[in-house]
């Protein structure tokens, strides 16, 4: 069993920036795609990053540029740097892992996809006002 602990979150104004971090126990990571999703109040969840065992990341476009995603496998963690806030940002983030029998396959994945996330974390509120 993989537990995933997430923290980071909290409450800032328009252009600031926060670092959300998921601590993962139980089992080694490195096997594992890392997804970060959001849901903001009523709305469907999304995908927002994700970052392969090997460190491939990928982001929506909503995001790019602003967003930077990070893992260390040796320390079983993976962070979401988030610049540049805005209000669309607003949601619970909630950190997800994806078992890969081959890691070198990361770009055959759909990894926005949430169905295909085996293990998730309880998720950390990011508000962002002006």
């Known amino acids: 069993q993989l537990e995933i602990a997430e923290s980071g979150g909290g409450s800032v104004q328009i252009g600031g920036s926060l670092r959300l971090s998921c601590k993962f126990s139980?089992?080694?990571?490195?096997?594992?795609?890392i997804g970060w999703f959001r849901q903001a109040p009523g709305k469907e969840r999304e995908g927002v990053s994700s970052?392969?065992?090997?460190?491939?990341?990928k982001y929506i476009d909503s995001v790019k540029d602003r967003f930077t995603i990070s893992r260390d496998n040796a320390a079983d963690t993976v962070s979401l740097l988030m610049d540049n806030l805005q209000p669309e940002d607003t949601g619970v983030y909630t950190c997800?892992?994806?078992?890969?029998?081959?890691?070198?396959?990361?770009?055959?994945?759909?990894?926005?996809?949430?169905?295909?996330?085996?293990?998730w974390g309880q998720g950390t509120q990011v508000t962002v006002s002006s």
């Open positions: 997800a892992a994806l078992y890969m029998h081959n890691p070198n396959y990361y770009n055959n994945y759909d990894v926005w996809n949430a169905a295909f996330y085996e293990y």
């Open positions: 139980g089992r080694r990571t490195n096997y594992y795609a």
């Open positions: 970052v392969s065992p090997h460190g491939i990341a």
